[in-house]
Protein backbone atom coordinates (compact mmCIF):
# COMPACT_ATOMS: atom_id res chain seq x y z
CA UNK A 1 0.00 0.00 0.00
CA UNK A 2 1.34 3.57 -0.64
CA UNK A 3 2.45 5.77 1.95
CA UNK A 4 -1.32 7.18 2.08
CA UNK A 5 -3.07 4.36 2.51
CA UNK A 6 -1.25 3.99 5.10
CA UNK A 7 -2.28 7.30 6.38
CA UNK A 8 -5.72 6.98 6.09
CA UNK A 9 -5.93 3.27 7.76
CA UNK A 10 -3.78 4.49 10.84
CA UNK A 11 -5.95 8.00 10.90
CA UNK A 12 -8.65 6.34 10.72
CA UNK A 13 -8.31 3.78 13.48
CA UNK A 14 -6.52 6.43 15.89
CA UNK A 15 -9.79 8.59 15.77
CA UNK A 16 -11.94 6.02 15.73
CA UNK A 17 -10.03 4.72 19.39
CA UNK A 18 -9.79 8.00 20.87
CA UNK A 19 -14.03 8.44 20.85
CA UNK A 20 -14.18 4.52 22.08
CA UNK A 21 -12.69 5.98 25.42
CA UNK A 22 -15.28 8.72 25.57
CA UNK A 23 -17.47 8.18 28.81
CA UNK A 24 -20.38 10.27 29.31
CA UNK A 25 -21.72 10.60 33.34
CA UNK A 26 -23.88 13.24 35.25
CA UNK A 27 -21.68 14.71 38.10
CA UNK A 28 -18.57 14.24 40.54
CA UNK A 29 -14.53 13.77 40.29
CA UNK A 30 -12.68 14.56 36.58
CA UNK A 31 -9.33 13.78 35.82
CA UNK A 32 -7.30 13.17 32.84
CA UNK A 33 -5.40 10.31 32.01
CA UNK A 34 -3.17 9.20 29.31
CA UNK A 35 -3.23 6.03 27.75
CA UNK A 36 -0.46 4.02 25.00
CA UNK A 37 -1.92 1.66 22.73
CA UNK A 38 -0.02 0.04 19.64
CA UNK A 39 -1.80 0.26 16.20
CA UNK A 40 0.03 -0.67 13.32
CA UNK A 41 3.12 -2.52 12.09
CA UNK A 42 4.05 -2.19 7.91
CA UNK A 43 6.70 -2.35 6.10
CA UNK A 44 7.21 -0.24 2.72
CA UNK A 45 8.63 -0.47 -0.26
CA UNK A 46 9.11 1.02 -3.49
CA UNK A 47 6.60 -0.85 -4.92
CA UNK A 48 3.77 -0.04 -2.64
CA UNK A 49 4.05 3.55 -4.03
CA UNK A 50 4.97 3.14 -7.58
CA UNK A 51 3.26 -0.69 -8.24
CA UNK A 52 5.62 -3.67 -9.02
CA UNK A 53 4.34 -3.64 -12.16
CA UNK A 54 5.84 -0.79 -13.14
CA UNK A 55 9.44 -1.47 -11.92
CA UNK A 56 12.25 -3.30 -13.59
CA UNK A 57 14.60 -4.51 -11.51
CA UNK A 58 18.51 -4.21 -12.88
CA UNK A 59 21.44 -6.76 -12.20
CA UNK A 60 22.73 -4.35 -9.44
CA UNK A 61 19.53 -4.02 -7.75
CA UNK A 62 18.75 -0.86 -8.77
CA UNK A 63 15.50 -0.04 -9.82
CA UNK A 64 13.80 1.78 -12.93
CA UNK A 65 10.15 3.23 -13.41
CA UNK A 66 8.80 2.10 -16.89
CA UNK A 67 5.39 3.28 -17.87
CA UNK A 68 3.96 2.46 -21.40
CA UNK A 69 0.59 3.71 -22.92
CA UNK A 70 -0.87 3.08 -26.14
CA UNK A 71 -1.91 6.81 -27.48
CA UNK A 72 -2.82 5.72 -30.78
CA UNK A 73 -4.58 2.94 -32.85
CA UNK A 74 -5.83 2.77 -36.26
CA UNK A 75 -7.92 0.17 -38.09
CA UNK A 76 -9.09 0.06 -41.62
CA UNK A 77 -12.13 2.03 -41.14
CA UNK A 78 -9.73 5.01 -40.60
CA UNK A 79 -8.54 4.57 -44.30
CA UNK A 80 -11.87 5.05 -46.04
CA UNK A 81 -15.19 5.04 -45.04
CA UNK A 82 -18.11 1.70 -46.54
CA UNK A 83 -21.26 3.89 -46.69
CA UNK A 84 -24.27 2.47 -46.13
CA UNK A 85 -25.06 1.98 -49.94
CA UNK A 86 -28.43 1.19 -51.76
CA UNK A 87 -28.53 -0.53 -54.90
CA UNK A 88 -32.08 -0.14 -56.76
CA UNK A 89 -32.62 -1.99 -59.99
CA UNK A 90 -35.86 -2.21 -61.98
CA UNK A 91 -36.75 -5.77 -64.05
CA UNK A 92 -38.89 -6.07 -66.62
CA UNK A 93 -39.74 -7.69 -69.98
CA UNK A 94 -37.61 -6.75 -72.49
CA UNK A 95 -39.95 -6.56 -75.41
CA UNK A 96 -43.32 -4.22 -75.39
CA UNK A 97 -45.67 -7.26 -76.58
CA UNK A 98 -47.86 -8.41 -73.54
CA UNK A 99 -46.61 -11.99 -73.22
CA UNK A 100 -48.66 -14.98 -71.69
CA UNK A 101 -46.59 -17.51 -69.93
CA UNK A 102 -47.37 -20.63 -67.67
CA UNK A 103 -46.49 -21.52 -64.40
CA UNK A 104 -42.58 -22.33 -64.24
CA UNK A 105 -41.37 -20.44 -67.27
CA UNK A 106 -38.81 -17.99 -66.02
CA UNK A 107 -39.56 -14.35 -67.67
CA UNK A 108 -36.69 -12.28 -66.17
CA UNK A 109 -33.37 -13.40 -65.97
CA UNK A 110 -30.70 -10.42 -66.26
CA UNK A 111 -26.93 -9.82 -64.92
CA UNK A 112 -26.05 -6.12 -62.96
CA UNK A 113 -23.11 -4.33 -62.29
CA UNK A 114 -23.20 -1.65 -59.81
CA UNK A 115 -20.23 0.29 -58.34
CA UNK A 116 -19.94 0.77 -54.75
CA UNK A 117 -18.87 3.87 -53.33
CA UNK A 118 -15.98 4.33 -51.39
CA UNK A 119 -14.27 7.54 -50.81
CA UNK A 120 -10.53 7.45 -51.35
CA UNK A 121 -10.29 4.25 -52.51
CA UNK A 122 -10.06 1.01 -55.49
CA UNK A 123 -10.96 -1.84 -53.72
CA UNK A 124 -10.37 -4.90 -55.47
CA UNK A 125 -11.54 -7.35 -52.21
CA UNK A 126 -12.76 -7.63 -48.87
CA UNK A 127 -13.60 -9.84 -46.96
CA UNK A 128 -16.27 -8.88 -43.84
CA UNK A 129 -16.15 -8.98 -40.00
CA UNK A 130 -19.10 -7.55 -39.68
CA UNK A 131 -22.70 -6.00 -41.38
CA UNK A 132 -26.25 -6.83 -43.11
CA UNK A 133 -27.72 -7.00 -46.23
CA UNK A 134 -30.81 -5.50 -46.63
CA UNK A 135 -33.07 -6.39 -49.70
CA UNK A 136 -36.77 -5.28 -50.56
CA UNK A 137 -38.61 -6.86 -53.60
CA UNK A 138 -41.20 -4.90 -54.89
CA UNK A 139 -43.37 -6.74 -57.72
CA UNK A 140 -46.36 -5.15 -60.12
CA UNK A 141 -47.27 -9.22 -61.42
CA UNK A 142 -50.64 -10.25 -61.32
CA UNK A 143 -48.95 -13.76 -60.47
CA UNK A 144 -47.31 -15.05 -57.77
CA UNK A 145 -43.23 -15.68 -58.51
CA UNK A 146 -40.39 -17.23 -57.44
CA UNK A 147 -37.76 -14.73 -57.20
CA UNK A 148 -33.67 -15.02 -57.04
CA UNK A 149 -31.57 -12.41 -55.59
CA UNK A 150 -27.54 -13.90 -56.42
CA UNK A 151 -24.64 -12.18 -56.11
CA UNK A 152 -21.62 -13.89 -58.00
CA UNK A 153 -19.42 -11.49 -56.18
CA UNK A 154 -20.04 -12.53 -52.59
CA UNK A 155 -18.85 -15.89 -51.23
CA UNK A 156 -18.88 -17.34 -48.16
CA UNK A 157 -16.82 -20.75 -47.61
CA UNK A 158 -16.86 -20.91 -51.61
CA UNK A 159 -20.71 -20.83 -52.19
CA UNK A 160 -22.15 -17.93 -53.46
CA UNK A 161 -24.38 -15.52 -52.02
CA UNK A 162 -28.34 -16.28 -53.16
CA UNK A 163 -31.38 -15.40 -51.69
CA UNK A 164 -35.02 -17.21 -53.09
CA UNK A 165 -37.69 -15.44 -52.59
CA UNK A 166 -41.50 -16.36 -52.19
CA UNK A 167 -43.26 -13.35 -54.29
CA UNK A 168 -47.46 -13.36 -53.68
CA UNK A 169 -50.34 -12.01 -56.88
CA UNK A 170 -50.01 -7.96 -57.22
CA UNK A 171 -53.38 -6.63 -58.97
CA UNK A 172 -51.32 -4.49 -61.12
CA UNK A 173 -51.52 -1.70 -58.84
CA UNK A 174 -50.73 -2.23 -55.19
CA UNK A 175 -47.86 -3.95 -55.36
CA UNK A 176 -46.42 -7.15 -53.63
CA UNK A 177 -43.30 -6.66 -51.02
CA UNK A 178 -41.37 -8.98 -49.66
CA UNK A 179 -38.13 -7.89 -47.18
CA UNK A 180 -35.72 -9.22 -45.02
CA UNK A 181 -31.98 -9.40 -44.19
CA UNK A 182 -28.86 -10.91 -44.13
CA UNK A 183 -25.88 -11.53 -41.89
CA UNK A 184 -22.46 -10.72 -43.81
CA UNK A 185 -20.13 -11.81 -41.52
CA UNK A 186 -17.78 -14.19 -43.47
CA UNK A 187 -18.62 -13.06 -46.92
CA UNK A 188 -15.41 -12.20 -49.62
CA UNK A 189 -16.53 -9.80 -52.26
CA UNK A 190 -14.70 -9.53 -55.67
CA UNK A 191 -15.09 -5.71 -56.57
CA UNK A 192 -12.79 -6.57 -60.04
CA UNK A 193 -16.18 -7.16 -62.15
CA UNK A 194 -17.38 -9.20 -64.64
CA UNK A 195 -13.91 -8.91 -66.66
CA UNK A 196 -12.00 -8.56 -63.85
CA UNK A 197 -10.36 -4.97 -64.20
CA UNK A 198 -12.34 -3.10 -62.17
CA UNK A 199 -12.69 -1.54 -58.83
CA UNK A 200 -15.28 -1.12 -56.23
CA UNK A 201 -17.59 -3.01 -58.83
CA UNK A 202 -20.10 -5.55 -57.32
CA UNK A 203 -21.90 -8.14 -60.00
CA UNK A 204 -25.62 -9.02 -59.29
CA UNK A 205 -28.70 -11.73 -60.80
CA UNK A 206 -31.48 -11.29 -60.89
CA UNK A 207 -34.56 -13.99 -61.62
CA UNK A 208 -38.27 -14.15 -61.68
CA UNK A 209 -40.26 -17.23 -62.67
CA UNK A 210 -43.85 -18.05 -62.06
CA UNK A 211 -44.60 -20.28 -59.46
CA UNK A 212 -44.71 -23.78 -60.61
CA UNK A 213 -47.67 -24.67 -58.50
CA UNK A 214 -49.76 -21.36 -59.33
CA UNK A 215 -53.33 -23.07 -61.72
CA UNK A 216 -53.01 -20.54 -65.03
CA UNK A 217 -51.26 -18.52 -67.26
CA UNK A 218 -50.15 -15.37 -66.45
CA UNK A 219 -50.55 -12.29 -68.40
CA UNK A 220 -47.32 -9.76 -68.34
CA UNK A 221 -46.45 -6.64 -70.14
CA UNK A 222 -43.69 -4.21 -69.71
CA UNK A 223 -46.19 -2.36 -67.08
CA UNK A 224 -45.67 -5.64 -64.79
CA UNK A 225 -41.98 -4.88 -63.32
CA UNK A 226 -40.10 -6.02 -60.24
CA UNK A 227 -37.35 -3.51 -58.32
CA UNK A 228 -34.92 -5.04 -56.33
CA UNK A 229 -33.55 -2.74 -53.84
CA UNK A 230 -30.03 -4.04 -51.98
CA UNK A 231 -28.81 -2.12 -49.47
CA UNK A 232 -25.75 -2.91 -47.01
CA UNK A 233 -25.30 -1.39 -43.44
CA UNK A 234 -22.72 -1.22 -40.78
CA UNK A 235 -20.15 -2.62 -43.20
CA UNK A 236 -17.10 -3.56 -41.07
CA UNK A 237 -14.11 -5.41 -42.98
CA UNK A 238 -12.30 -7.46 -41.90
CA UNK A 239 -9.25 -7.85 -44.94
CA UNK A 240 -8.78 -5.62 -47.74
CA UNK A 241 -6.99 -5.72 -51.09
CA UNK A 242 -6.59 -2.47 -53.19
CA UNK A 243 -5.58 0.86 -53.10
CA UNK A 244 -6.37 2.54 -49.85
CA UNK A 245 -5.99 6.23 -51.32
CA UNK A 246 -3.54 9.52 -50.27
CA UNK A 247 -5.25 11.00 -47.88
CA UNK A 248 -4.03 13.13 -45.38
CA UNK A 249 -5.13 11.63 -41.53
CA UNK A 250 -5.20 14.28 -38.82
CA UNK A 251 -4.49 12.92 -34.98
CA UNK A 252 -5.74 15.72 -33.20
CA UNK A 253 -4.59 17.42 -30.24
CA UNK A 254 -5.00 14.21 -26.86
CA UNK A 255 -3.29 13.67 -24.33
CA UNK A 256 -2.25 10.66 -21.75
CA UNK A 257 -1.64 10.82 -18.00
CA UNK A 258 0.91 10.37 -16.24
CA UNK A 259 0.31 7.94 -13.18
CA UNK A 260 1.87 8.81 -9.80
CA UNK A 261 2.49 12.35 -11.10
CA UNK A 262 -1.15 13.40 -10.04
CA UNK A 263 -0.10 13.90 -6.44
CA UNK A 264 3.08 16.06 -6.69
CA UNK A 265 2.14 19.56 -5.88
CA UNK A 266 5.36 21.38 -5.31
CA UNK A 267 9.63 20.91 -5.08
CA UNK A 268 12.00 19.99 -7.86
CA UNK A 269 13.28 16.45 -9.21
CA UNK A 270 16.76 16.32 -10.84
CA UNK A 271 16.39 13.09 -12.49
CA UNK A 272 19.46 11.06 -14.15
CA UNK A 273 19.53 9.60 -18.04
CA UNK A 274 15.89 9.01 -18.97
CA UNK A 275 14.76 7.44 -22.33
CA UNK A 276 11.40 8.24 -24.32
CA UNK A 277 10.64 6.07 -27.13
CA UNK A 278 7.70 6.36 -29.58
CA UNK A 279 7.10 3.22 -31.06
CA UNK A 280 4.52 2.49 -34.07
CA UNK A 281 4.03 -1.00 -35.14
CA UNK A 282 2.28 -1.09 -39.09
CA UNK A 283 0.45 -4.07 -40.08
CA UNK A 284 -0.95 -2.19 -42.82
CA UNK A 285 0.19 -2.95 -45.51
CA UNK A 286 0.36 0.71 -47.01
CA UNK A 287 3.12 3.56 -47.65
CA UNK A 288 2.82 6.03 -44.88
CA UNK A 289 4.50 9.13 -43.67
CA UNK A 290 4.08 9.91 -39.92
CA UNK A 291 4.73 13.50 -38.98
CA UNK A 292 4.66 13.56 -34.81
CA UNK A 293 3.63 17.44 -34.41
CA UNK A 294 4.25 17.79 -31.12
CA UNK A 295 4.80 16.28 -27.84
CA UNK A 296 4.19 18.21 -24.80
CA UNK A 297 4.48 17.68 -20.71
CA UNK A 298 1.80 19.51 -19.20
CA UNK A 299 1.73 20.10 -15.22
CA UNK A 300 -1.05 22.50 -13.70
CA UNK A 301 0.98 25.65 -14.37
CA UNK A 302 3.40 24.80 -17.14
CA UNK A 303 3.92 23.08 -20.13
CA UNK A 304 7.37 22.31 -21.92
CA UNK A 305 7.61 21.01 -25.43
CA UNK A 306 10.16 17.91 -25.96
CA UNK A 307 12.46 19.26 -28.56
CA UNK A 308 14.19 17.15 -31.21
CA UNK A 309 15.10 16.26 -34.46
CA UNK A 310 12.50 14.32 -35.54
CA UNK A 311 9.58 16.37 -34.19
CA UNK A 312 7.16 18.26 -37.28
CA UNK A 313 9.51 16.05 -39.54
CA UNK A 314 7.95 13.68 -42.04
CA UNK A 315 9.60 9.89 -41.00
CA UNK A 316 8.87 7.60 -43.39
CA UNK A 317 7.22 4.28 -42.31
CA UNK A 318 8.69 0.90 -44.04
CA UNK A 319 5.64 -0.93 -45.53
CA UNK A 320 5.14 -4.72 -43.78
CA UNK A 321 5.35 -7.86 -45.73
CA UNK A 322 2.34 -10.70 -45.71
CA UNK A 323 2.99 -14.45 -46.42
CA UNK A 324 -1.51 -15.38 -47.43
CA UNK A 325 -3.15 -13.40 -44.47
CA UNK A 326 -0.04 -13.02 -42.08
CA UNK A 327 1.28 -9.83 -41.74
CA UNK A 328 4.96 -9.47 -40.38
CA UNK A 329 4.43 -5.81 -38.82
CA UNK A 330 6.88 -3.63 -39.37
CA UNK A 331 7.73 -1.47 -35.92
CA UNK A 332 9.39 1.98 -35.94
CA UNK A 333 10.78 3.98 -33.03
CA UNK A 334 12.02 6.88 -32.33
CA UNK A 335 13.96 7.51 -29.45
CA UNK A 336 14.51 10.73 -27.17
CA UNK A 337 17.02 10.88 -24.35
CA UNK A 338 19.00 13.89 -22.45
CA UNK A 339 21.37 13.65 -25.15
CA UNK A 340 19.87 14.31 -28.01
CA UNK A 341 16.29 16.23 -26.83
CA UNK A 342 15.41 18.36 -23.81
CA UNK A 343 13.94 15.29 -22.23
CA UNK A 344 15.63 16.19 -18.65
CA UNK A 345 13.58 19.18 -18.68
CA UNK A 346 10.41 17.65 -20.12
CA UNK A 347 10.09 15.49 -16.97
CA UNK A 348 11.87 17.70 -14.42
CA UNK A 349 8.11 19.90 -15.13
CA UNK A 350 6.62 16.68 -13.56
CA UNK A 351 4.30 16.22 -15.45
CA UNK A 352 0.71 14.63 -15.11
CA UNK A 353 -0.24 14.72 -18.41
CA UNK A 354 1.30 14.35 -22.25
CA UNK A 355 -0.16 15.65 -25.08
CA UNK A 356 0.47 15.02 -28.38
CA UNK A 357 -0.80 15.42 -32.31
CA UNK A 358 0.15 14.23 -35.52
CA UNK A 359 -0.50 13.76 -39.17
CA UNK A 360 -0.36 10.57 -41.23
CA UNK A 361 -0.06 10.79 -44.91
CA UNK A 362 -1.28 7.42 -46.70
CA UNK A 363 0.69 6.50 -50.11
CA UNK A 364 2.44 10.16 -50.01
CA UNK A 365 4.10 8.83 -53.73
CA UNK A 366 0.76 7.75 -55.14
CA UNK A 367 -0.21 3.85 -56.13
CA UNK A 368 3.22 2.89 -56.71
CA UNK A 369 2.13 -0.44 -55.64
CA UNK A 370 -0.16 -1.55 -58.51
CA UNK A 371 -3.46 -1.41 -55.88
CA UNK A 372 -1.24 -3.61 -53.70
CA UNK A 373 -2.29 -2.01 -50.56
CA UNK A 374 -3.72 -4.61 -47.90
CA UNK A 375 -5.37 -4.81 -44.58
CA UNK A 376 -5.89 -7.36 -42.05
CA UNK A 377 -8.03 -6.31 -38.55
CA UNK A 378 -5.73 -8.76 -36.92
CA UNK A 379 -2.59 -5.97 -37.30
CA UNK A 380 -3.64 -2.48 -37.07
CA UNK A 381 -1.04 0.17 -36.77
CA UNK A 382 -1.03 1.43 -33.58
CA UNK A 383 1.23 3.49 -31.40
CA UNK A 384 3.01 3.24 -27.97
CA UNK A 385 4.37 5.34 -25.39
CA UNK A 386 7.29 3.82 -23.50
CA UNK A 387 9.24 5.82 -20.64
CA UNK A 388 12.20 4.39 -18.62
CA UNK A 389 12.84 6.17 -16.06
CA UNK A 390 15.70 5.19 -13.89
CA UNK A 391 15.28 5.94 -9.78
CA UNK A 392 18.41 7.92 -9.50
CA UNK A 393 17.85 11.71 -8.86
CA UNK A 394 17.75 14.16 -6.49
CA UNK A 395 14.91 15.63 -4.55
CA UNK A 396 14.36 18.72 -3.14
CA UNK A 397 11.39 19.30 -1.50
CA UNK A 398 9.05 16.94 -3.37
CA UNK A 399 5.95 17.30 -2.03
CA UNK A 400 3.15 14.89 -2.29
CA UNK A 401 -0.13 16.03 -1.94
CA UNK A 402 -3.54 13.93 -1.21
CA UNK A 403 -6.56 14.17 0.35
CA UNK A 404 -7.93 11.52 2.64
CA UNK A 405 -11.98 10.41 3.83
CA UNK A 406 -12.07 10.20 7.92
CA UNK A 407 -15.15 8.58 9.21
CA UNK A 408 -16.36 9.79 12.83
CA UNK A 409 -19.80 9.21 13.74
CA UNK A 410 -19.70 9.59 17.64
CA UNK A 411 -20.38 12.35 19.81
CA UNK A 412 -16.52 14.31 20.53
CA UNK A 413 -17.62 16.21 23.85
CA UNK A 414 -15.33 14.97 26.13
CA UNK A 415 -11.97 14.19 24.00
CA UNK A 416 -9.16 15.85 25.35
CA UNK A 417 -6.69 15.62 22.29
CA UNK A 418 -4.04 12.33 21.18
CA UNK A 419 -0.86 11.72 19.67
CA UNK A 420 0.07 8.79 17.02
CA UNK A 421 3.92 8.06 17.24
CA UNK A 422 5.54 6.89 14.09
CA UNK A 423 8.44 4.59 14.90
CA UNK A 424 10.63 4.48 11.26
CA UNK A 425 13.72 2.72 10.82
CA UNK A 426 14.14 3.90 7.47
CA UNK A 427 16.31 1.99 4.39
CA UNK A 428 15.66 4.81 1.64
CA UNK A 429 18.38 7.17 0.65
CA UNK A 430 15.18 10.00 1.42
CA UNK A 431 14.08 11.98 4.35
CA UNK A 432 10.32 12.62 4.47
CA UNK A 433 8.63 15.01 6.51
CA UNK A 434 4.92 13.71 7.29
CA UNK A 435 2.01 17.01 7.56
CA UNK A 436 -0.86 17.02 7.96
CA UNK A 437 -3.80 19.89 7.79
CA UNK A 438 -7.63 19.89 8.79
CA UNK A 439 -10.33 21.53 7.18
CA UNK A 440 -11.14 25.36 8.37
CA UNK A 441 -14.18 26.57 8.85
CA UNK A 442 -13.22 28.82 5.15
CA UNK A 443 -12.72 26.02 3.59
CA UNK A 444 -9.01 26.03 2.94
CA UNK A 445 -7.56 23.25 4.52
CA UNK A 446 -4.48 25.72 6.76
CA UNK A 447 -4.93 23.99 10.67
CA UNK A 448 -1.49 21.77 10.42
CA UNK A 449 -1.49 18.78 12.93
CA UNK A 450 1.44 19.32 14.47
CA UNK A 451 4.85 16.74 13.19
CA UNK A 452 7.99 17.22 15.16
CA UNK A 453 10.24 16.13 13.65
CA UNK A 454 11.05 14.26 9.91
CA UNK A 455 11.90 10.78 8.93
CA UNK A 456 15.75 10.66 8.81
CA UNK A 457 17.15 8.69 5.47
CA UNK A 458 19.35 6.15 5.84
CA UNK A 459 22.91 6.36 6.30
CA UNK A 460 25.33 6.59 3.53
CA UNK A 461 28.35 6.14 2.14
CA UNK A 462 30.60 8.60 0.01
CA UNK A 463 29.20 7.16 -2.79
CA UNK A 464 25.65 7.78 -1.65
CA UNK A 465 24.80 4.22 -1.38
CA UNK A 466 22.91 3.18 2.28
CA UNK A 467 25.14 1.39 4.18
CA UNK A 468 22.77 1.33 6.96
CA UNK A 469 19.42 1.89 8.42
CA UNK A 470 18.47 5.37 10.69
CA UNK A 471 16.11 5.43 13.32
CA UNK A 472 13.54 7.93 13.78
CA UNK A 473 10.79 8.76 15.48
CA UNK A 474 7.30 11.28 14.26
CA UNK A 475 4.79 12.85 16.46
CA UNK A 476 1.38 13.92 15.35
CA UNK A 477 -0.82 15.75 17.48
CA UNK A 478 -4.32 16.19 17.26
CA UNK A 479 -6.39 18.79 19.80
CA UNK A 480 -9.91 18.16 20.63
CA UNK A 481 -11.06 21.21 18.10
CA UNK A 482 -9.32 19.38 15.41
CA UNK A 483 -11.47 16.45 16.23
CA UNK A 484 -14.43 18.23 16.24
CA UNK A 485 -14.14 19.80 13.03
CA UNK A 486 -12.62 16.31 11.36
CA UNK A 487 -15.64 14.97 12.61
CA UNK A 488 -17.57 17.44 10.80
CA UNK A 489 -15.76 17.67 7.73
CA UNK A 490 -14.78 14.11 7.23
CA UNK A 491 -11.78 14.92 5.54
CA UNK A 492 -7.99 15.30 5.86
CA UNK A 493 -5.04 16.89 3.80
CA UNK A 494 -1.43 14.28 3.46
CA UNK A 495 1.18 16.38 2.94
CA UNK A 496 4.76 14.19 2.40
CA UNK A 497 7.86 15.91 1.41
CA UNK A 498 10.75 14.26 0.21
CA UNK A 499 14.52 15.58 0.33
CA UNK A 500 17.57 13.39 -0.62
CA UNK A 501 20.49 12.79 1.29
CA UNK A 502 23.57 15.14 0.32
CA UNK A 503 21.99 17.50 -1.96
CA UNK A 504 22.77 17.83 -4.62
CA UNK A 505 24.02 14.71 -5.59
CA UNK A 506 22.25 12.16 -6.45
CA UNK A 507 20.65 8.88 -5.02
CA UNK A 508 19.71 5.45 -6.51
CA UNK A 509 16.54 3.44 -5.39
CA UNK A 510 17.47 -0.13 -5.04
CA UNK A 511 15.32 -2.76 -4.67
CA UNK A 512 15.84 -3.95 -0.85
CA UNK A 513 15.58 -0.25 0.02
CA UNK A 514 12.29 -0.25 2.77
CA UNK A 515 11.09 1.40 5.53
CA UNK A 516 9.64 -0.29 8.65
CA UNK A 517 7.00 1.79 10.80
CA UNK A 518 6.17 1.33 14.39
CA UNK A 519 2.55 3.19 14.84
CA UNK A 520 1.71 3.74 18.19
CA UNK A 521 -1.48 6.12 19.79
CA UNK A 522 -1.60 7.75 23.01
CA UNK A 523 -4.86 9.02 24.44
CA UNK A 524 -5.72 11.54 26.33
CA UNK A 525 -9.50 11.81 27.73
CA UNK A 526 -11.16 13.06 30.62
CA UNK A 527 -12.88 10.41 33.44
CA UNK A 528 -16.05 11.19 34.76
CA UNK A 529 -17.53 9.87 38.07
CA UNK A 530 -20.74 10.45 39.69
Given amino acids: MSIFEVMRKLLCLYFSILLLFFGCRKESTTWDADYA ?51 SQIHKLLTPATLSIGPGFTFISEAEESTYSIAGAELKYFMLKGGVLNYELISYVTGPTIDSIILPCATKAGVEFSEVLYVPTSDGITPAIVAG ?70 IPLDSVAIPYMENIVSGSLDIDQVQLDVTIKNGLGVDMQVNIEQLNSLNTTSIVALTHSSIGIPINLTRPMKTGWTVASEIHTESFSNSTSNLDEF ?10 SAQLQLNPFGDVNSHGDFFNYEYPLHANINLEVPLCFAANKLTLQDTLPIQIDQDTTNIQSGSIIINAVNNFPLSAEIQAFVLEENGLFTDSIATSTTIEPAVLNLSNEVISSSTSQVILTVNKDQITRLMQTDQLLIKVVFNTANLPSMIKIMDWHDIDLNLNVILNYQHTIN
Fill in 347 to 356: LENLPKEMSY
Fill in 37 to 87: LPLIHTKLDIGNLLGDTNLLVHADSSLSLSIQREIYRMDVDSFFETPDTTI
Fill in 181 to 250: SVDLNGYEFDLTGSNGLKYNTMTSKASSTIDPAFSSNVTISQADSIRINVSFQDISPARALGYFGNDLIE
